[in-house]
């Protein structure tokens, strides 16, 4: 079991998993749902859908045509796999929680954008945002869990675990949404307008999970504690014993997130080929 002497990590890590601080996040995160549904109810033409709670569609170009099939596909898709990759009934609850409130950030923020700019973007537009995403917030969530995992198989203390995951895994985490958010933008300079419009969704679609993965998700897992992970729970010293037979017939693919995420990407491409 590795010693406590680094317990404390500074900066964004000691928010989340923080013992008082991940309470604070958690607040904060509901406060920023309920202000970007609440302004999705106010906006002219806003209407509500049942998807992900709030739909930003009525009047508004960008989430023109977009309808609840396309979401609910999405994350059927995401929650299977999950599923299968976690193999507890509990824990792929908490990355869907966390994209959904990315995607309702999301949608937000895109509607202003295209409201106050002269931003072009089409119903096409609003799905690729969608499935973005809760694509991406899921393949963050599969990095963050994993290093989450190994860390509480050597450590007692599970808001340490939580720190030293979120600073190990955060930095890779952020430089893959920088990049991807970086090539995006490059859209911006197409001629067309449609294509260029779907610059800066695309960067919203990743900069909102990236921010709710290093942040609500780590909070919710430290709230929960070592009981998602059921019914194999980590615990110290347990590494050697987990090392390659620790969940039956579905520990193979706990055991290769890598594969899981490009299957989530695969998916995330096919439902928006789909349409």
């Known amino acids: 079991m590795k010693s406590g002497g680094t317990s404390r990590s500074h900066g964004i890590a000691s ?14 995160w509901l406060a920023v749902v309920m202000v970007a549904g609440g302004l999705a109810g106010q906006l002219p033409g806003a209407a509500k859908n049942g998807a992900s709670g709030y739909s930003l569609a009525g009047q508004t170009t960008v989430f023109d ?7 609910y596909a999405t994350l059927a898709v995401i929650g299977v796999l999950l599923l299968l990759t976690y193999r507890s009934p509990v824990l792929w609850l908490l990355p869907i929680v966390s994209a959904g ?3 309702t950030v999301a949608e937000a923020v895109s509607y202003l954008l295209t409201e106050q700019t002269d931003l072009a973007a089409d119903g ?9 995403v809760l694509g991406t917030g899921a393949n963050y969530a599969l990095l963050l869990i994993a290093r989450y995992r190994e860390e509480l198989r050597w450590r007692a203390d599970r808001h340490e675990a939580m720190a030293v995951a979120l600073r190990r895994a955060s930095p890779a985490i952020a430089a893959s949404a920088v990049t991807v958010t970086a090539g995006m933008l490059f859209l911006l300079v197409a001629d067309s307008a449609a294509i260029s419009g779907l610059g800066p969704l695309a960067a919203i679609g990743v900069g909102a999970p990236l921010l709710a993965m290093i942040t609500l998700l780590p909070a919710l897992l430290v709230s929960c504690g070592r009981w998602v992970f059921w019914p194999v729970r980590p615990g110290p010293g347990s590494a050697g014993r987990h090392s390659g037979q620790d969940g039956g017939r579905f520990s193979r693919n706990a055991a290769m997130p890598s594969r899981a995420e490009s299957v989530c990407e695969v998916a995330a491409i096919t439902s928006t080929a789909s349409r």
């Open 15 to 28: 928010l989340p998993s923080g013992p008082r601080t991940k309470y604070l996040v958690l607040a904060f």
């Open 65 to 71: 045509g977009i309808d609840a099939t396309l979401l």
């Open 101 to 103: 409130a990315a995607l």
């Open 124 to 132: 096409e537009g609003g799905g690729i945002l969608v499935v973005l």
